[in-house]
């Protein structure tokens, strides 16, 4: 197996690829547990990795659509339906959160991951049709994730004490990642 081999599935930079979308499964195994505090280092080892992947990818000449649809699916994982999952679970777990609530807040969160999901589908149609500019139009997937990380450091510390102030920060959050806002790339 040659790691790079830009048509191997398996060649470097698809590997860490991988690995990014194993932290965040992982991650969503831990949340589950109520293991929040390792879930949240695999989420920002994620990140990294979807730093790492494209650096690699671009150094090695090891770019394929391939590479560029699995990244796509490892943002999904790691940047829209775990950190949806943490903060679910957290929102449950320090506000206390039951019935009604829990409902609603249930379909604020399907709401986040749909969105998110839009949100990549359209950046890679417009990365296919070669119309990505200097800036991202709506938050990334990335950006959105911290936004729903900082929520979670709210409640965890007692700043955010009512569930629904989580949920409307979270569908702003989630309007947002769709948004035209202009965002520069780093």
Wanted: charged share 15%.
């Amino acid at each position: 197996m040659d790691l790079f081999d830009k048509e191997n599935r398996f060649n470097l930079a698809n590997l860490i690829t991988f690995g990014n979308i194993a932290c965040g499964i992982v991650a969503m195994y831990l949340i589950q547990q109520g293991n929040f505090f390792v879930a949240i280092v695999l989420a920002w080892i994620a990140g990294a990795l979807d730093i790492a992947d494209g650096k690699v990818a671009r150094k090695m000449h090891l770019s394929t659509e391939f590479g560029i649809q699995l990244d796509s699916f490892a943002d999904f994982i790691s940047f829209v339906v775990m950190p949806a999952f943490l903060l679910f679970y957290a929102t449950k777990h320090y506000l206390s959160v039951s019935g009604v609530q829990e409902g609603v807040l249930g379909m604020v969160f399907l709401w986040y991951i749909v969105s998110g999901l839009r949100r990549l589908v359209e950046f890679n149609l417009k990365v296919d049709a070669g119309s990505v500019e200097k800036y991202f139009e709506g938050v990334p997937t990335p950006l959105g994730a911290i936004l729903l990380w900082v929520i979670y450091l709210g409640e965890a510390y007692g700043i955010v004490t009512s569930a629904w102030i989580t949920a409307a920060a979270v569908v702003t959050i989630a309007w947002s990642l769709n948004s035209s806002l202009k965002i520069p790339h780093p």
